[in-house]
């Protein structure tokens, strides 16, 4: 019985192995890990990053103490004038909302969407994804933010938040399916450039590449 264990436990480590992302970018590179109880959009992103469809896209909406977001498709050598934030494929990817165990964070990487008025299903665009920057939440702000949003944060929330920063009122309302594992100093640099009234950076920050890499 002992010698069935191993090939078993060496299985199971398989199956629990977490797909690593790099992002290479004009201001260095981002490497994330994709969650694997998020299947729907692990996949999606593998499948995104395997055809190349990052290349050349661009950092398209960053706000200072929020998040960096990417995806649209239209943005490749997008004028500077054009608007963007609405080019997504012809799906969309179901909402796999794994909460309070995936929180937004500073670091998390998580789905865009349509708003709730027209996407009360809370349905993923299948290209556009954001990584959380956040603020940092003192105890007594979140037991405020308890009170009055009728909510419980769990230990590690409240840690994450006071320590790493990251934007709680976003929980519970987007998929977030997986996080920064190296980094973090591109996203913030990222998020420190100047932008428009849209929030698009007045310099064009380009996803270079996109590639599955080991540990």
Known sequence: MMALSVPFAEAKAQEEKEILVQIDT???????????????????????????LYNGLLFHRVIKQF???AG???????????????GDPDYTVPAEIVYPKHFHKAGALCAARTSDDVNPERAS???????VTGKFFTEMELDKME?????????EQREAY???GGRPDLDDKY????EV?????????????ETNTEDRPLKNIKIKSMKIVEK
Request: no cysteine.
């Open 26 to 52: 004009d201001m260095g590179k981002i490497k994330v890990k994709l969650y694997n109880d998020t299947p729907l959009h692990r996949d999606n992103f593998i499948k995104n990053v395997k055809d190349n």
């Open 72 to 86: 649209d498709i239209n943005s490749k050598d997008a004028p500077a004038d054009k608007h963007l934030g609405d």
């Open 147 to 155: 009170k009055e949003q009728n909510k419980k944060f769990t230990a």
């Open 125 to 131: 665009s299948a290209s556009q994804f954001y990584i």
């Open 162 to 164: 006071m320590l790493e």
């Open 181 to 193: 594992v190296s980094g973090m100093k591109t996203v913030f640099k990222i998020q420190m450039v």
């Open 67 to 69: 998040m960096i977001q």
């Open 175 to 178: 998929t977030v399916f997986g």
